[in-house]
């Protein structure tokens, strides 16, 4: 009885079995709009794909990801192509995505802006920032295919308007999934040859031949480079990130070489129009400086130097004259002086003096005896301390203070009572 029931494993393995051997649902192009987007850290993306009516779930694998030159958004409207089959786990059907476009515009437009929005937002584009291509350059290196037309014109045009300038060669794959690698190798290895100039570029192509001049390795290394860059990659209307990012933008290949040396013509022109600035500045100067020499020669101390010796002479014999009449009456001052130290009572007569101050002084300690608490203390008074303080008054006084009586040949301690 229980027989014609199957589990619904069974029915989904069924479902399964019949969608992935649908030949209509092994290549199936979807459009729609994106909405719950995730993408997961192994690369993985997880997303529905939906329109007015309906939705469906779908997957797109790190190995297909990887191809995408743009990150999906939510509301992004795109073309998608891929297979039907059910997930078991769920018993729901999805598609999983092999290959995806935005509806409408190209998937190399949508990472060529999302890159340049972003590296511009970091400030790689910023003009102050950017090197100035050397005038009068010496040595320039060219990144791009040693073959084609692009390196035949560079070299070409560089021999014909500077032919003392050295050009060397960095070949590189210019197009193709391993180019940006290589462009950078070479831009990397041309920063060891101390050039002026660096050219990095390409003939024309279509979008997908230029791509590697939009990558983003590419862009950092022309931004790391020491060497002033010039970009010159496909016709005049191409704009590729490497333009931006590049200290200048050339239209073409050929546009770059003009760019990065003189004409031949033009600097002998220049240094024509130096040279006759630099004579007439020479003549002007010489002339300047004749004109100064004339001056100093007309002037009076050139004509007779021998009236400023003169005059610089009378004035030395005038100092020469006042300086004696200076020493002569210093002199008679300090003789003046000495006399009347020598003529002093005390160099006469020193031992009056000794006399006379020697009296001042008895007469002073004759006058300051009568005052000495000594001879008070001789004639029967004494002097009365307490805590080594005198006491001049009883009031200081009560019973049992231990005090100190000095008198004339000692002292003694008393007791208040």
């Given at each position: 009885?229980?027989?014609?029931?199957?589990?619904?494993?069974?029915?989904?393995?069924?479902?399964?079995?019949?969608?992935?051997?649908?030949?209509?649902?092994?290549?199936?192009?979807?459009?729609?709009?994106?909405?719950?987007?995730?993408?997961?850290?192994?690369?993985?993306?997880?997303?529905?794909?939906?329109?007015?009516?309906?939705?469906?779930?779908?997957?797109?694998?790190?190995?297909?990801?990887?191809?995408?030159?743009?990150i999906p958004t939510?509301?992004?409207?795109?073309?998608?192509?891929?297979?039907?089959?059910?997930?078991?786990?769920?018993?729901?059907?999805?598609?999983?995505?092999?290959?995806?476009?935005?509806?409408?515009?190209?998937?190399?437009?949508?990472?060529?802006?999302?890159?340049?929005?972003?590296?511009?937002?970091?400030?790689?584009?910023?003009?102050?920032?950017?090197?100035?291509?050397?005038?009068?350059?010496?040595?320039?290196?060219?990144?791009?295919?040693?073959?084609?037309?692009?390196?035949?014109?560079?070299?070409?045009?560089?021999?014909?308007?500077?032919?003392?300038?050295?050009?060397?060669?960095?070949?590189?794959?210019?197009?193709?999934?391993?180019?940006?690698?290589?462009?950078?190798?070479?831009?990397?290895?041309?920063?060891?040859?101390?050039?002026?100039?660096?050219?990095?570029?390409?003939?024309?192509g279509s979008i997908?031949?230029?791509?590697?001049?939009?990558?983003?390795?590419?862009?950092r290394a022309i931004?790391?480079?020491?060497?002033?860059?010039?970009?010159?990659?496909?016709?005049?209307?191409?704009?590729?990130?490497?333009?931006?990012?590049?200290?200048?933008?050339?239209?073409?290949?050929?546009?770059?070489?003009?760019?990065?040396?003189?004409?031949?013509?033009?600097?002998?022109?220049?240094?024509?129009?130096?040279?006759?600035?630099?004579?007439?500045?020479?003549?002007?100067?010489?002339?300047?400086?004749?004109?100064?020499?004339?001056?100093?020669?007309?002037?009076?101390?050139?004509?007779?130097?021998?009236?400023?010796?003169?005059?610089?002479?009378?004035?030395?014999?005038?100092?020469?004259?006042?300086?004696?009449?200076?020493?002569?009456?210093?002199?008679?001052?300090?003789?003046?002086?000495?006399?009347?130290?020598?003529?002093?009572?005390?160099?006469?007569?020193?031992?009056?003096?000794?006399?006379?101050?020697?009296?001042?002084?008895?007469?002073?300690?004759?006058?300051?005896?009568?005052?000495?608490?000594?001879?008070?203390?001789?004639?029967?008074?004494?002097?009365?301390?307490?805590?080594?303080?005198?006491?001049?008054?009883?009031?200081?006084?009560?019973?049992?203070?231990?005090?100190?009586?000095?008198?004339?040949?000692?002292?003694?301690?008393?007791?208040?009572?």
């Open positions: 009885m229980n027989d014609k029931y199957i589990t619904v494993t069974q029915l989904t393995r069924y479902i399964k079995y019949k969608i992935d051997n649908d030949v209509n649902l092994n290549e199936v192009f979807l459009k729609g709009e994106i909405s719950n987007f995730k993408a997961h850290s192994r690369g993985h993306f997880y997303f529905t794909l939906k329109d007015e009516g309906s939705r469906i779930n779908a997957i797109m694998f790190a190995t297909s990801t990887k191809k995408l030159k743009f939510d509301g992004m409207k795109v073309l998608v192509t891929g297979k039907i089959s059910v997930f078991e786990s769920t018993g729901q059907y999805q598609i999983y995505v092999n290959d995806m476009l935005e509806d409408g515009v190209g998937n190399l437009y949508i990472a060529f802006e999302q890159l340049k929005k972003k590296l511009e937002a970091e400030g790689l584009f910023r003009e102050d920032i950017k090197k100035k291509i050397p005038k009068i350059p010496s040595r320039i290196g060219v990144v791009t295919a040693p073959t084609g037309a692009a390196i035949k014109d560079i070299i070409s045009t560089i021999k014909r308007r500077w032919p003392l300038a050295e050009v060397y060669l960095f070949p590189s794959l210019v197009q193709g999934e391993d180019a940006k690698e290589d462009i950078v190798k070479q831009i990397k290895r041309a920063e060891n040859y101390d050039l002026d100039t660096l050219i990095v570029g390409r003939g024309g997908e031949d230029l791509w590697p001049f939009n990558e983003e390795c590419v862009a931004y790391d480079c020491p060497i002033p860059v010039i970009s010159a990659v496909g016709h005049e209307i191409d704009f590729t990130i490497s333009d931006f990012v590049a200290d200048l933008r050339a239209p073409t290949p050929t546009g770059a070489a003009e760019m990065a040396v003189p004409q031949v013509k033009d600097v002998e022109n220049y240094l024509n129009q130096v040279k006759i600035r630099l004579n007439n500045t020479i003549t002007n100067q010489l002339k300047h400086n004749r004109n100064k020499l004339n001056d100093l020669l007309s002037r009076n101390v050139m004509k007779n130097p021998i009236a400023i010796y003169q005059t610089k002479e009378m004035i030395f014999d005038n100092m020469v004259e006042r300086l004696k009449y200076s020493l002569i009456n210093l002199t008679r001052e300090k003789e003046k002086e000495l006399l009347r130290v020598k003529s002093s009572y005390i160099l006469k007569d020193p031992y009056k003096l000794l006399d006379k101050k020697s009296n001042k002084l008895l007469n002073l300690i004759a006058k300051l005896e009568p005052l000495s608490p000594l001879k008070t203390i001789e004639r029967g008074f004494g002097i009365v301390k307490k805590d080594n303080h005198v006491v001049t008054s009883v009031k200081d006084l009560k019973k049992k203070d231990n005090l100190e009586l000095e008198l004339k040949d000692g002292s003694v301690n008393v007791e208040v009572i």
